[in-house]
């Protein structure tokens, strides 16, 4: 019998099911605690706790207000009943392409364009960029690592902070999530811009941004610098960070449902480089053979050139 209730599940549980788990995915993605995103949104704690739950009686404005305070959008809540592979990628290109790029899309989903057998046009080679979430050791160790190679090193959101001439919470607290994205994919396009090799260290959240992070691993060798979540936890700390998700009561639950959420696609990196009960030495030591192959390969094409 339980079975049977099991199998026959009432379809509008069931999307609300999907519903709670897209809202918690999104959520751990963009690095929120659920007690930010019921501030940010204006919606209760225990609403959004239910909602989560699959349990949410949700209307379309309050889903709206939902999606809003995660800089997210509507669309990507909503379960689809035939998921498209890579849709949000396909979405934001669609959201940022002219009418010409458009008319040539159509023409070759539809089969009628001449691009069959043209190669892909391939993105410049830019350096190495480190992702992972914060207290990973992407700031030091890139440091350590560009100096080693004698690449310049950059950080992203110092990049964006310098850019426009605001701090990254001043940027969240004015323009939203949304805003601070835009932000960083058009600091990403300027450093790009410079066609020069370096070290970039991105921000935690960079990989919740399909166009963004695409643009990462097609311009740079990407090594997920991964840590285990008490380290995570501990390094922000020492840091003094007193951001929500290293002051929150329950900082360590938050934490590990934002890696398991962005595992995979952290993992999406041409190289993992483990850092947990290493010294700053052994890290960097580890990250440095990691980036031997890519150097090599470098030195080759120089060589050729």
């Known amino acids: 019998m339980t079975r049977d209730m099991t199998e026959n599940i009432d379809p509008e549980t069931g999307f609300l099911e999907q519903l709670g788990q897209r809202v918690r995915t999104m959520r751990a993605l963009r690095g929120m605690s659920r007690k930010v995103l019921a501030k940010v949104s204006g919606i209760s704690e225990r609403y959004i706790a239910q909602l989560e739950s699959g349990k949410g009686n949700v209307s379309i404005v309050l889903l709206r207000r939902v999606s809003n305070a995660m800089g997210a959008h509507l669309e990507d809540l909503i379960p689809a009943t035939e998921p498209v592979p890579d849709w949000p990628v396909i979405r934001d290109l669609l959201r940022k392409a002219t009418p ?149 009561r329950s900082a360590m639950a938050e934490l590990r449902t934002i890696l398991l959420s962005r595992e995979p696609l952290y993992a999406r990196a041409s190289a993992v480089v483990d850092t947990s009960g290493l010294s700053v030495d052994a890290a960097a030591a580890r990250l440095v053979d990691a980036v031997a192959p890519v150097l090599q390969s470098e030195a080759k094409m120089f060589a050729r050139g």
């Open 100 to 248: 010409n790029q458009i008319a040539q899309a159509k023409e070759a989903l539809s089969g009628q364009g001449q691009g069959q057998g043209v190669p892909a046009h391939r993105m410049s080679f830019s350096g190495i960029a480190l992702i992972g979430l914060r207290g990973a050791g992407k700031s030091t160790l890139g440091k350590t690592l560009a100096k080693e190679i004698g690449w310049s090193f950059v950080e992203l959101n110092k990049e964006i902070e310098r850019q426009n001439g605001l701090s990254v919470a001043e940027i969240i607290a004015l323009y939203g999530q949304e805003g601070f994205r835009r932000m960083e994919q058009a600091a990403l396009g300027q450093l790009l811009a410079r066609k020069e090799l370096m070290v970039l260290a991105t921000g935690g959240g960079i990989v919740s941004e399909p166009l963004t992070f695409d643009l990462i691993l097609q311009s740079f060798y990407t090594i997920w610098l991964k840590a285990k979540p008490e380290e995570h936890m501990a390094r922000v700390r020492s840091q003094g960070d007193l951001r929500p998700m290293a002051d929150d």
